[in-house]
T-cell receptor, first 115, second 113 residues
Framework: KAGVTQTPRYLIKTRGQQVTLSCSPI?????VSWYQQTPGQGLQFLFE???????NKGNFPGRFSGRQFSNSRSEMNVSTLELGDSALYLC??????????????FGPGTRLTVL | AQTVTQSQPEMSVQEAETVTLSCTYD???????LFWYKQPPSRQMILVIR??????QNATENRFSVNFQKAAKSFSLKISDSQLGDAAMYFC??????????FGAGTILRVKS
């Protein structure tokens, strides 16, 4: 069974641009969560999607948005990029939402650099 | 808000020895889940072990075990017979509802041969 895939793996953008990152969950998984990882702030939860609906959102400005498609693939978008948005963006997929035995599987991440 | 604290930024262990990574958390909830994740230099985060707060028995997974002290809000990870492949960043994480994980700052584990 293929794991979680994220595309692209590396991305370089300039300030003010926007970017879209993609995450394909493990086949059959319906929940996708996004995290931002930076040396200064560590791992922070961005948002979670389940059955095409945003179920939970972290404390990030409105420039960060996401969506989930009917095939459970998810995209996150960051508009008006700032230098501080440079980070590793991780996606995690799970079968269902928050059940007792639910395990989240992480993708390899997308490394975003904002110049 | 829930917080997770890992007070050891870096730890070293000799191959075949045992090491314990510390984690404390703050929550007012009684039902929750705790996890240890491993992130090797390749960056793919993988689950090492999980603990349900309602279970008194400490979780174990082969060479990995936890010491879960609910009253003290402490959740340490013990790695026995350390191997070179155990070298990684280890994150302690808390989960209450949904799939939102709250992570600690991480502990870099170095394994010496």
């Amino acid at each position: 069974k293929a794991g979680v895939t994220q595309t692209p793996r590396y991305l370089i953008k300039t300030r003010g641009q926007q970017v879209t990152l993609s995450c394909s969950p493990i086949s059959g998984h319906r929940s996708v969560s996004w995290y931002q990882q930076t040396p200064g702030q560590g791992l922070q939860f961005l948002f979670e999607y389940f059955s095409e609906t945003q179920r939970n959102k972290g404390n990030f400005p409105g420039r960060f948005s996401g969506r989930q498609f009917s095939n459970s693939r998810s995209e996150m978008n960051v508009s008006t990029l700032e230098l501080g948005d440079s980070a590793l963006y991780l996606c995690a997929s799970s079968l269902v939402q928050g059940s007792d035995t639910n395990e989240q599987f992480f993708g390899p991440g997308t490394r975003l650099t904002v110049l | 808000a829930q917080t997770v604290t890992q007070s050891q930024p870096e730890m070293s262990v000799q191959e075949a020895e045992t090491v314990t990574l510390s984690c404390t958390y703050d929550t007012s909830e009684s039902d929750y889940y705790l996890f240890w994740y491993k992130q090797p230099p390749s960056r793919q985060m993988i689950l090492v072990i999980r603990q349900e707060a309602y279970k008194q028995q400490n979780a174990t997974e082969n060479r990995f075990s936890v010491n879960f002290q609910k009253a003290a809000k402490s959740f340490s990870l013990k790695i026995s017979d350390s191997q070179l492949g155990d070298a990684a960043m280890y994150f302690c994480a808390y989960r209450r509802y949904g799939n939102k994980l709250v992570f600690g700052a991480g502990t870099i584990l170095r394994v010496k041969s």
